[in-house]
């Protein structure tokens, strides 16, 4: 549970060296509704493209892990002033949960 915290502030700070370190290179993150990223290059990519949208505030709700599962949800506001709300849904490449293999992310503007 404690991975996953630093997980989602590194994404809020944009830390994508934590964030690229935490995954696999087959990641594939699937936000529903909007795209689906396979592989470490497009990961990375995507993360580049949303660094230019700074988090002011990140409140998490839940945190969730068993085995090789674990979901977050909570608020991040942008300094642009959006709200969204989210879930994450994370696969592990093992149970010890430091290496994320897939995200799956439900996302609305609040």
């Not at 696999?24 to 580049?48: A, H, M, P």
Request: overall charge neutral; glycine content about 8%.
């Amino acid at each position: 549970m404690e991975f996953l915290k630093n997980f989602n502030i590194a994404f809020a700070k944009g830390d994508l060296k934590f964030i690229s370190e935490s995954v696999t290179d087959e990641i594939v993150w699937n936000i529903i509704g909007k795209l689906r990223i396979e592989g470490k290059e497009q990961f990375s990519q995507e993360l580049e493209r949303l660094k230019s949208e700074q988090a002011k505030e990140l409140i998490i709700d839940q945190i969730l892990s068993h085995g090789k599962e674990g979901a977050v949800n909570g608020i991040i506001e942008l300094k642009n002033g959006k709200k969204y709300a989210f879930s994450d849904f994370y696969k592990f490449k093992g149970a010890k949960g430091v290496t994320i293999k897939s995200i799956t992310t439900y996302v609305i503007e609040i």
